[in-house]
């Protein structure tokens, strides 16, 4: 069974810049969360959808990042304009559905914003 | 806000078994608790949860508390590739409540 799909792994880009990351979950996985971790923390949850509705996004920073799962498939994060403190990792992951407690992460997408 | 505390760092002799404690003193009815760990650079990745009952799968086993407000998370048989950061969570598992991380316990198995 495939895991979770992120790109790209790696992306350096200066401040005020735009970026975009991808991932596709598991195949028939309903539940799709974003999630920060800077390093030395924890992750974050970011947004969290349920097919291509929004459950959660109560910690996304509305102001200068966007997230959509329009075909309630894959996924896309974007940060535009980057500041400096956006520099982390994000992580997708996916579970079969709501109330399952077994999330299933990718390798997630480490930003370095300069 | 993470409703668990955890020691910030623990280490483990190769071999020995790895008792990773966490503290939820204010856990509800409905919740569950969960443990994930975190290997350098990858995603986070599920152990076990459990309710009330003692749990064991081939990873690990899961003990809690009679009163449910601490847990202890096993290792029997700690390797290497467990150095990891391991993470303690309670969540409503019948909600789609997120799961607050925290910060973990950092656990080094020593050679």
């Known amino acids: 069974e495939a895991g979770v799909a992120q790109s790209p792994r790696y992306k350096i880009i200066e401040k005020r810049q735009s970026v975009a990351f991808w991932c596709n979950p598991i195949?028939?996985?309903?539940?799709l969360y974003w999630y920060q971790q800077i390093l030395g923390q924890g992750p974050k949850l970011l947004i969290q959808?349920?097919?291509?509705?929004?459950?959660?996004d109560s910690q996304l920073p509305k102001d200068r990042f966007s997230a959509e799962r329009l075909k309630g498939v894959d996924s896309t994060l974007k940060i535009q304009p980057a500041k400096l403190e956006d520099s982390a990792v994000y992580l997708c992951?996916?579970?079969?559905?709501?109330?399952?407690?077994?999330?299933?992460f990718g390798e997630g997408s480490r930003l370095t914003v300069l | 806000d993470a409703k668990t505390t955890q020691p910030p760092s623990m280490d483990c002799a190769e071999g020995r078994a790895a008792n990773l404690p966490c503290n939820h003193s204010?856990?509800?009815?409905?919740?569950?608790v969960y443990w994930y760990r975190q290997i350098h650079s990858q995603g986070p990745q599920y152990i076990i949860h459990?309710?009330?009952n003692n749990e064991t799968n081939e990873m690990a086993s899961l003990i809690i508390t009679e009163d449910r407000k601490s847990s202890t998370l096993i290792l029997p048989h700690a390797t290497l590739r467990d150095t990891a950061v391991y993470y303690c969570?309670?969540?409503?598992?019948?909600?789609?409540?997120?799961?607050?991380f925290g910060t973990g316990t950092s656990l080094t198995v020593i050679p």
């Open positions: 992951a996916s579970s079969f559905s709501l109330s399952t407690g077994e999330l299933f």
């Open positions: 195949s028939g996985h309903a539940t």
């Open positions: 959808f349920q097919n291509n509705g929004v459950v959660d």
């Open positions: 204010t856990i509800s009815g409905n919740e569950y």
């Open positions: 459990g309710l009330k």
């Open positions: 969570i309670v969540r409503a598992s019948n909600t789609g409540n997120q799961f607050y």
